[in-house]
């Protein structure tokens, strides 16, 4: 029965409970922060603020929930191309519309 | 002597035997394979989850430039409180949902079952609140469709969230963009709804299993899947809220 749990410990990695309170109070702190931003006057930079905090928060779910930052290169591969993937489309879309006659529907 | 090595090599084999349990498909190598394999699956299913949604955030991106007075007039109709409150609930769900992973892998059924039906119950709580928005939103005719109502963008004097946020009156071709925010936002929270319905129901069928006895006897894979499931139905989550009602909030 041990020999088979640290068989499982060596090929599998489980992230501990401690690692997971520490994630949860960095989001709610997050989380109070962007609530927080939002009432402060900043123009342009508010929704530059706004997307920031969440893209961390969104980050430290990928790496310690979602287990990225323990998984195998293929799993990091995956996830990256895919993000990669998701901003060269909104990057394209984003450059066509620009570049025709903007505003004028 | 040659009777204690027969005993350790007997030993050694009932040890092998171990090494390869029952939920193990033969078509794999090993145990780690397998759990590989699954979870590569997992991520190509939710990379797929995250292009659909992309979809979404670049139209609201195109049409909240275009139509920007609107955008503004129309996100300050939203309740920061109820926001922030739910994403509150969602990030909790995500830990106790974490803390269920946690549990399978250590084999602790009352341990898993306990964050199974927390996750479930603040899963519920987030819906409620979802249906409390929904409501105020229905009750004041902003839903788009033939019932749709412009007074709180033409005369946001009259009207207790425009005026708390200071909103100027719109000329009329640019409040009657207001209706394709509130459509992008009803088809944003309303696809995120769907999934956490799917997750809920999926969460009574995994406590309903794992009463049983089930994932918490070495094959996590299907709490560890619905995990990552659940965690990036939070992370859209959290971009709906910074978009939808925060970024708007002081101009």
């Given at each position: 029965m041990t020999d088979q749990k640290e068989m499982e410990a060596a090929s599998h990695h489980v992230v501990s409970p401690k690692i997971y309170v520490i994630i949860l109070l960095a989001l709610i702190l997050g989380t109070a922060a962007t609530v927080w931003a939002s009432?402060?006057?900043?123009?342009?930079?508010n929704p530059v603020i706004a997307l920031a905090i969440a893209t961390g928060k969104a980050m430290l779910v990928v790496l310690f929930f979602m287990h990225v930052k323990y998984s195998s290169k293929l799993t990091k591969l995956t996830v990256f191309a895919g993000i990669f993937t998701l901003f060269t489309l909104i990057g394209m879309t984003l450059a066509d519309y620009f570049s025709r006659a903007w505003g004028q529907w | 002597m040659s009777d204690s090595t027969a005993i350790v090599h007997g030993a050694h084999e009932a040890d092998a035997h171990e090494?390869?349990?029952?939920?193990?498909?033969?078509?794999?190598?090993n145990v780690e394979q397998q759990a590989d394999a699954a979870g590569f699956a997992m991520w190509l299913f939710l990379l797929t989850e995250v292009m659909f949604f992309g979809g979404l955030f670049t139209a609201y991106l195109i049409y909240r430039n275009w139509y920007y007075p609107a955008f503004v007039a129309a996100s300050h109709q939203l309740s920061v409180v109820w926001g922030t409150t739910n994403t509150a609930v969602l990030i909790f769900s995500s830990f106790t949902m974490a803390m269920g992973v946690w549990c399978a892998e250590t084999r602790r059924r009352k341990g898993l079952i306990l964050s199974l039906c927390l996750t479930f119950l603040l899963g519920l709580v987030f819906l409620g609140i979802k249906t409390i928005e929904y409501g105020e939103k229905i009750e004041k005719h902003?839903?788009?469709?033939?019932?749709?109502?412009l007074s709180s963008f033409l005369d946001?004097?009259?009207d207790a969230a425009a005026k708390a946020a200071n909103d100027k009156p719109l000329p009329l071709d640019m409040a009657r963009h207001t209706e394709v925010y509130f459509s992008l936002y009803f088809a944003m929270t309303g696809m995120h709804a769907l999934h956490m319905i799917i997750g809920i129901a999926i969460l009574g069928y995994m406590i309903f299993r794992a009463r049983a006895g089930?994932?918490?006897?070495?094959?996590?894979t299907f709490v560890e899947n619905f995990g990552l499931y659940w965690h990036f139905v939070d992370i859209v989550w959290i971009y709906l809220f910074a978009l939808l009602y925060l970024i708007s909030r002081h101009q």
């Open positions: 009432f402060l006057e900043l123009g342009p930079w | 090494e390869h349990p029952a939920y193990l498909r033969h078509h794999f190598e902003h839903v788009p469709g033939f019932h749709y109502n946001p004097d009259n089930a994932y918490t006897t070495g094959h996590v």
